[in-house]
T-cell receptor, first 113, second 109 residues
Framework: GAGVSQSPRYKVTKRGQDVALRCDPI?????LYWYRQALGQGPEFLTY????????KSGLPNDRFSAERPEGSISTLTIQRTEQRDSAMYRC???????????FGSGTRLTVV | KNEVEQSPQNLTAQEGEFITINCSYS?????LHWLQQHPGGGIVSLFM???GKKKHGRLIATINIQEKHSSLHITASHPRDSAVYIC???????????FGKGTSLLVTP
């Protein structure tokens, strides 16, 4: 596609529910990143994929968070048993290669009530 | 302590002024990015630098690898430049981009 597409744009969920956030990167982009951004803060790294390989997951805050990119294109970030502190903007970004400029998606605003 | 520090946190300027935003980092890096976040929330990549200087229109970005410092300059600032400017670095030992907290710029007419 023309840009990085994320869905849904907004997600409100009850505490304890699982959520899945989707990222469709720019076609041909090898590198894919997930970030989380709290209000008034800069983005915080969660995880990185090179094709389908999850090469860095050091930023995932705990084992409720997981991500996959099974065919090296679309990626899903899953949060299990959501908590209020998980509320944030979740952003996906992709780049042609790890040493190239990144393009960010518009993000998914997650609110846990 | 964040690996990436930006200054100032907030900046108000009058239209036409020359603006400088600074970024200091503490680790060895393979690349530094300057990003612009609009009031609506979208993030746009402005520059990616590993050395020297880059220019695009009224925007200039410089980096000094030895001093671990980068600056973003805006010449002849305009109200439409109002946004949050974010510095992010990729360390030379990983894949993650580590972000500064951003500089909120307001340019008044």
């Amino acid at each position: 596609g023309a840009g990085v597409s994320q869905s849904p744009r907004y997600k409100v969920t009850k505490r304890g529910q699982d959520v899945a956030l989707r990222c469709d990167p720019i076609s041909g982009h090898v590198s894919l990143y997930w970030y989380r951004q709290a209000l008034g803060q800069g983005p915080e790294f969660l995880t990185y994929f090179n094709y389908e390989a999850q090469q860095d997951k050091s930023g995932l805050p705990n084992d409720r968070f997981s991500a996959e990119r099974p065919e090296g294109s679309i990626s899903t970030l899953t949060i299990q048993r959501t908590e209020q502190r998980d509320s944030a903007m979740y952003r996906c970004a992709s780049s042609l290669r790890v040493d190239r400029a990144v393009t960010f998606g518009s993000g998914t605003r997650l609110t846990v009530v | 302590k964040n690996e990436v520090e930006q200054s100032p946190q907030n900046l108000t300027a009058q239209e036409g002024e020359f603006i400088t935003i600074n970024c200091s980092y503490s680790v060895g890096i393979s690349a530094l990015h300057w990003l612009q976040q609009h009031p609506g929330g979208g993030i746009v990549s402005l520059f990616m630098l590993s050395s020297g200087k880059k220019k695009h229109g009224r925007l200039i970005a410089t980096i000094n690898i030895q001093e671990k410092h980068s600056s973003l300059h805006i010449t002849a600032s305009h109200p439409r430049d109002s946004a949050v400017y974010i510095c992010a670095v990729r360390s030379n030992s990983g894949y993650a981009l580590n972000f500064g907290k951003g500089t909120s710029l307001l340019v008044t007419p």
